[in-house]
């Protein structure tokens, strides 16, 4: 996978050279295992590789995967992950600008988690484009010599397979770093000409299988497509960012009311909505049954030694219902404020309003978030990176909401709060891996702080028609649309105000709000406003305190 260094004070510098070949084939298979969205080395090849010769493999590339596995290999007393990320940084610096590698590729690719993990975004995205630039080059030369050299070609399957597998990867992380903050590539996904990983199986002994999918042929009408399992795990956790990211970004642009921006001038923000779910739909039905939880038990795939990268593909497929019908319930609490509303449009066949049907899909893919990452810690499995741990914070906010609301949530109020106190054991333990847990971890605090006090003072609330009137005063901008204001309500006469001041760091057993009447709040919009919390704008990547907000321009 390249060369090693030459240069007696060179390698006097690389903190990898003097590292043993059982430690390196160990980083390998605790990257395997915890990255499996990133699958693109040939393990067979490069295990092979460090046996009989540890000093063929880059040393750039070595030092970008210990800067990510480092932190989870204590036994073998590594330096920091810093150190090698370091190294590797300089390293790329210098090459980069050289000629493009497969090697420098997938090195940058690690840097890419790495910095984002760290809480440096812009240097991630930066690391990003590197990636996907070099790729696209040796992809191009690779399509070259298919046409001129079929039968060369051929005898290097596995070559192209892992440009192919680190194109996808790069696309996938792309959109794991927009996160519906900006366009992903130029082209969308079904218009991409890069074909679709092999399997697994085929991959890994290097066997030509059946004729490779395109991305055009991932939808139920194709005479190709299959329904994939989790060999096919690659090519399923693509196509499911590329969906969760444009959710995520329509979920966004529509509380702004700037859904215009990913729609054509022809289509409403209901049809955009239908058009995503039924994509959604259709990739979860591609997806054969042994992918889906909790149909199939977690168990089952980590004894196949698959559990982490079956927790990603429905962690996204989750992921992505939360933000779907958050912005379902949400526009139907709107459409009941509008004093033209029919109450029978909000209704549907079995009784049940479109606000507590989406409710309950919320409180549902909640739990299955929590559910899967429970039962993979106790398979000695864990997930522990940055895209489970802000699916892990989204899923916290609604149990908190679980916790208060008037909704049931499954399992009643006490599993919501079981569940949280799950989840927040989940985020400390992120903090101790990843600095992008402590922001994560800080506005949780903040919101539970919150509902805690919603809920203390809710037997306070004066006696009525309705619940009790909760107002919430004061703004967390980089987590919410929390209004510091709301239009006084004339025609009620129950108020009731919390104020939550900013950076408040009382425990929430200690925080006594006052009341007072400047502000109006009836039940349906407390409801609206407690629900922007978990849903935070497309800013959320950044919020790590390090001056990116200052790096992007402003999307808000």
Request: proline share 6%.
């Amino acid at each position: 996978m390249g060369s090693s260094d030459d240069d007696p004070q060179i390698a006097s510098s690389n903190p990898v050279a003097s590292l043993s070949p059982s430690t390196l084939i160990s980083a390998c298979d605790t990257y395997r295992k915890k990255f499996p969205v990133a699958n693109f080395l040939h393990y067979p090849s490069l295990i092979a590789n460090i046996s009989t010769n540890p000093s063929s493999v880059d040393p750039v590339f070595v030092a970008a995967l210990l800067s990510l596995c480092a932190r989870f290999l204590p036994e073998h007393n590594l330096d920091s992950g810093e150190t090698y990320a370091e190294y590797a940084r300089s390293e790329l610096a210098h090459k980069a600008f050289e000629s493009p590698s497969l090697s420098l590729a997938q090195s940058s690719v690690m840097l890419v988690f790495y910095e984002w993990g760290s809480g440096r975004p812009y240097k991630a995205w930066m690391y990003s484009g590197m990636a996907t630039y070099m790729i696209q080059s040796l992809l191009k030369t690779a399509d070259d010599s298919m046409e001129h050299n079929p039968d060369e070609f051929h005898a290097s399957q596995i070559q192209y397979e892992q440009l192919v597998r680190t194109y996808w990867v790069c696309f996938a992380q792309d959109c794991e770093l927009s996160s519906g903050a900006r366009q992903h590539f130029a082209l969308s996904f079904r218009h991409i000409s890069v074909p679709l990983p092999v399997s697994d199986y085929d991959y890994n002994f290097g066997r030509r299988g059946p004729p490779r999918l395109m991305p055009a042929d991932l939808t139920r009408g194709s005479p190709l497509c299959v329904k994939l399992t989790i060999e096919h795990g690659l090519t399923v956790v693509t196509r499911g960012f590329d969906i969760f990211v444009r959710i995520l970004r329509f979920a966004n642009e529509s509380r702004r009311g700037r859904v215009s921006l990913t729609t054509t001038a022809l289509s409403s923000p209901q049809q955009t909505w239908q058009v995503l779910k039924e994509e959604l739909d259709e990739w979860r039905s591609l997806q054969d049954s042994t992918l889906q939880y909790p149909a199939t038990s977690v168990q089952v795939h980590v004894a196949l030694g698959y559990g982490e990268l079956f927790a990603y593909i429905n962690l996204i497929y989750f992921m992505s219902i939360l933000f779907l019908y958050r912005d379902q319930l949400l526009s139907s609490l709107k459409q009941i404020h509008d004093p033209r509303h029919d109450p029978q449009s909000s209704t549907s066949l079995d009784g049940t309003t479109w606000s507590e049907g989406a409710i309950d899909r919320l409180f549902e893919a909640a739990q299955n978030i929590g559910g899967i990452l429970s039962v993979l810690q106790t398979c000695s499995a864990p997930v522990i990176t940055p895209y489970a741990g802000f699916s892990v914070f989204v899923a916290a906010h609604i149990n908190m909401y679980g916790t208060v609301s008037p909704l049931q949530y499954p399992g009643g109020q006490g599993r919501a709060e079981k569940e949280k106190k799950a989840n927040f054991s989940y985020l400390e333990r992120l903090c101790e891996f990843w600095p992008v847990g402590h922001n994560w971890w800080r506005a949780a605090q903040d919101a539970n702080k919150f509902y805690e006090t919603a809920r203390n003072n809710q037997e306070h609330a004066l006696s009525g028609d309705r619940p009790g009137h909760i107002t919430l005063a004061g703004t967390l901008d980089e987590y919410g649309d929390i209004r510091s204001s709301r239009p006084r309500n004339e025609t009620s006469s129950n108020t009731s105000h919390i104020t939550l001041p900013r950076g408040q760091t009382d425990s929430p057993t200690q925080t006594r709000l006052p009341f007072n009447d400047q502000f109006i709040l009836d039940a349906q919009e407390l409801e609206t406003d407690m629900l922007q919390w978990p849903f935070i704008d497309e800013t959320w990547s950044s919020g790590f305190d390090t001056g990116f907000d200052a790096a992007w321009p402003n999307f808000g």
